[in-house]
């Protein structure tokens, strides 16, 4: 058995990791399960897409897709069971909506075993498509549906659900099945891209809608002196349910990674132990659980190989699985998850260990930046404010990411960067300055809170009476590693923004065909020497 990937930016010599293991630490046997599962998931699609369907088909798909995003799941029981749900779904469906016309093999294919799954999903991975250019855009397509349904999921989970997203998943993964043209390949990307920003709009409408605007405030980096939960990933809905438990149990609760932006909403900020944030960026996990000695919770992506030093405090949830870590097991209907486990765990563990002090600000969501708007119309219209560059995105293990720092120290005094996502820890720690009290990073959230700085940049065309969006003094310098971070790009695009810069390298999975039309249709370019960078985005180029 063997696998290929090539769907985060870190792919074996941005070639695709291939043989028995990727870069991400995914062995080939749980790689080619996942394909399985996105093949048979396609099976469904072909009969959901011709009529109106109940939504659990979209709420399985959504939570499927989600569990093989880059470093999410690593547990082939986990994946079996989903391949299995995935089997039961589409035998229903095609009872219930019989299709005369020939079929593909995904809406047939008849298996039961976990044999006859490894043995098949061998044949139905990425390398299936033999023609690089329709491959290249099949892959796109599919990459940016798994970013929409991790942002439908969270959504969902919150009781916010829109089935015109669920029937263009079923039209998107059915396409992949079809002969179609590289031009109307071209064409559903940039659908993917409108529905990706409608997806990203109803996340943000459940996010703000439950627990408010996201306000400016003050994180503190530093650590106390009770034992604590350290909570990682992306769910808000878990956070808040843990803080609830927790209360009055003696133990404090810290953010890592993307759970950072939870700070900054007034329903969560209100819990006198959501006491600070530890630590950086994802892929820094692995000293960083191990330092803060206490119970720890993923709850999305991004996990890393576990290591045995913290093993026996960490915990999954949601779509999150490794091998041998407790799992908490989801919410039934109208309940909270139980997070019972994991604080009485906490509560024997030692204090965190400090590894940093001070505060750091965030909360420039578009809410409170819009609010503002008129301060930075003036800053701009007087010269204080010469540009902004939205530098948002993920953060990853690569040397060469240095490049968004060295950027954000090459920026000259008189730009705003705004930022949301992981990448942000590049540089927001770094000391640089205001200009006329206006923070010079401005943090909107996480990645899942990307379409922020859209509307941002959006409301200030319009304030600033233009007709295009690029006219704006804004330039983009992107860093991607993971499927969501595709999906805010293709809904960039779809938005009207071109002159994006993106690195650290371009994905491997675009081929140079692909490339050239994303070259000259929106401007879509490399990130180089930082230096030369900023000077060339001072200049609009």
Known sequence: MSMFCYQCQENAGNQGCRFTKGVCGKPDHTSNLMDMMLWLSKGIAIYAEKQPVDAKYGRFITEAFFATITNANFDDERLLAFIHQAMKLRHEIAAAFPIAEPLPEAATWQGSSEADFRNKAEEVGVLATENEDVRSLRELIIYGVKGMCAYAHHAEQLGFEDPTIYAFIYKALASTLKDLSVDELVALTLETGAVSAQTMALLDKANTETYGHPEVTEVNIGVGSRPGILVSGHDLRDLQELLEQSKGAGIDIYTHGEMLPAHYYPELKKYDHLVGNYGGAWFLQNTEFASFNG????????????????????????????????HISDRKANAQKDFSAIIE????????????????????????????????????????????VVMAGCDGRHKTRNYFTDVARELPKDTIILTAGCAKY??????????????????????????SLAVIALKLKEVFGLDDVNDLPLSFDIAWYEQKAVTVLLALLALGFKNIRLGPTLPAFLSPNVVKVLVENFDIKPTGDAAEDVAAMMKGE
């Open 295 to 326: 119970a720890i919770l993923l709850t999305t992506n991004c996990l890393v190989p576990v290591k045995d030093g913290y093993k026996d405090r960490l915990f999954t949830t949601g779509v999150v699985g490794w091998p041998g870590v407790k």
């Open 426 to 451: 590049r540089y927001n720690k770094l000391q640089l300055g205001d200009i006329g009290g206006i923070p010079r990073v401005l943090d909107a959230g996480q990645c899942n809170d990307s379409y």
């Open 345 to 388: 765990l906490a509560k024997t563990c030692p204090p965190p260990t400090e590894i940093e002090t001070g505060k750091i600000v965030g909360g420039f969501a578009h809410n409170q930046v819009i609010a503002l708007a008129d301060k930075v119309v003036d800053a701009v219209k007087s010269g204080a404010i010469k540009r902004f």
